[in-house]
């Protein structure tokens, strides 16, 4: 018997349950694209709203990306700005958020820019069965930590939030944003569409199937759109915790 819950029954997380409040961020393309099929990174954004995305950044106190977007875009997650790198260490932060990943089979390279440029703490939340592996594998390049298995959205946001971590912004990929959404672990959602169409099936989208507590009969709030260069910016608030401001 199915006893999943229907997308009525699907509810957000309530901010009172301590959590770090949790902002995901995506770019696509007119048809909801987030890459296209080739094996050259697609640029969705510009560089004004590259400008936007370390500003946001800077804000946070983690960012966190799947284990795929580390394989696939080999991103750096650290703030670009020398200006609000030393903001930051003013307020007595380190120049860059802490970095985390999410892993079910720790299929992670060591050489890797997520683990070798920048100083800030990183964070692996690796399924259960593959914890020993992915320990081994990093040899101390990252704190490597038991979520579960698989690993569970919850469990990764109340170690982080034993740790120090109010703040946390979510870049990604697909996975891992429909994992968040889907369990209602989202407060808040950045979502810039480029002016183009992919169209091709084979490429990623922003997220797959699934259930999620935003549906025709519970619509997520608009709290901002924004024209960025070419880009649009529309913010949406998905939970009491976001403000419209």
Not at 21 to 30: D, E, G, K, N, R
Not at 203 to 225: K, N, Y
Request: charged letters at 25%; one cysteine or more.
């Amino acid at each position: 018997m199915d006893t999943a819950p229907t997308p009525a029954e699907v509810t957000a997380v309530p901010a009172s349950t301590g959590r770090p409040y949790v902002l995901l961020s995506c770019a696509t393309s007119i048809d909801g694209y987030i890459d296209d099929a080739t094996e050259q990174r697609l640029l969705l954004s510009n560089d004004e709203d590259l400008a936007r995305i370390d500003a946001v950044r800077a804000g946070c106190d983690a960012i966190l990306v799947g284990a795929g977007t580390v394989r696939c875009d080999d991103p750096r997650l650290v703030i670009r700005s020398e200006g609000l790198r030393r903001t930051r260490v003013a307020r007595g932060l380190a120049p860059s958020p802490m970095k985390v990943t999410l892993t079910a089979r720790g299929d992670l390279d060591p050489a890797a820019r997520f683990f070798t440029v920048g100083d800030a703490e990183k964070l692996v939340y690796c399924a259960s069965p593959a914890v020993d592996k992915t320990t081994e594998l990093l040899d101390g390049l990252a704190t490597v930590i038991d979520a579960g298995d698989p690993p569970a959205p919850d469990v990764v946001l109340a170690d982080l939030a034993a740790r120090g971590v109010r703040r946390l912004m979510v870049e990604g990929g697909g996975t891992v944003h429909a994992q968040f959404l889907g369990a209602g672990l989202a407060d808040e959602l950045h979502l810039v569409v480029a002016p183009f169409f992919v169209g091709d099936c084979r490429a990623p989208r922003f997220v797959g199937d699934g259930r999620f507590p935003w549906h025709p009969g519970r619509r997520a709030r608009v709290a901002e759109v924004r024209q960025i260069g070419d880009v649009v910016l529309v913010r949406y608030a998905l939970s009491e915790r976001c403000d419209a401001g």
